[in-house]
């Protein structure tokens, strides 16, 4: 759809597979891992602690 608010932009892995989520809303990019019956998801930051911006994002 193209009103998805969120955007898988890269994925790696097969077995333990991480992937890069961008939030078309905002930006924001988030990073999520899976591995086995784990997984887990964080907001990606900058070197000052600031949400980390898609550069290539526009509104």
């Known amino acids: ?12 892995g097969k077995w333990k597979v991480t992937k890069v989520i961008r939030d078309n809303e905002t930006g924001v990019l988030y990073m999520s891992h899976q591995e086995g019956y784990g997984s887990g998801l964080t907001v990606m930051v900058d070197q000052e602690g600031k949400p980390l911006v898609d550069k290539h994002f526009k509104k």
């Not at 608010?5 to 790696?12: A, D």
């Open 1 to 12: 759809m193209a009103n998805d608010r969120f955007e898988e932009v890269y994925t790696q």
